[in-house]
């Protein structure tokens, strides 16, 4: 059974962005039955530059990624989230709408790249797909078929204090 994860980000143009990509990508690599999915509360329409560019860089298809709403996924239709990740502060301060099959939800925060200073900001996009990578990795060796509810949350919960 797939695994269905959303990722969500206020604007859905950098963080929640790389974090779909990097799950999907290593899903796909591992073999793993998950799919990713990103949003965002109030989606800038457009994908950072800087994003699709390290992405780009890592070998990873870009064409099919778009800023999205949350609403999307609240939808008659939508599939059934396992679990839901804020990876900014500002979207995992907001109350979100009620996600169908009440999926895990946990905050694996992420300093905002587009902020860093411009010379530095290419690294910075760099730096944060590295680490989101190495969280959906994590995540990707969980027994997902197999926890239930409370130990993914703890799971979860333990990969972003790691």
């Not at 690599?29 to 890592?58: C, H, M, Q, T, W």
């Not at 778009?66 to 990876?87: C, L």
């Not at 680490?131 to 959906?136: D, N, Q, S, T």
Request: aromatic letters at 8%; charged letters at 15%; hydrophobic letters at 45%.
């Amino acid at each position: 059974m797939t695994t269905n994860v959303l990722i969500l980000c206020t604007h859905n143009s950098a963080r929640s962005v790389l974090s779909e990509a990097m799950l999907g990508h290593w899903a796909n690599k591992l073999g793993k039955d998950v799919r990713a999915f990103s949003a965002g509360s109030a989606p800038s329409g457009r994908i950072n530059p800087y994003a699709l560019e390290v992405l780009g860089n890592a070998g990873i298809a870009t064409g099919a990624f778009r800023s999205k709403s949350w609403d999307e996924f609240t939808q008659p239709g939508a599939p059934a989230m396992r679990a839901v990740i804020t990876v900014c502060d500002a979207a995992a301060a907001e109350a979100c709408p009620y996600w169908p099959g009440s999926p895990v939800q946990v905050h694996w925060g992420y300093a905002d790249p587009s902020n860093a200073p411009e010379p530095e900001r290419a690294a910075a996009f760099e730096l944060t797909r590295q680490a989101i990578g190495y969280r959906m990795l994590q995540l990707l060796q969980l027994p997902l078929g197999t926890m239930s509810n409370a130990e993914l949350q703890r799971a979860l919960e333990d990969i972003a204090k790691a």
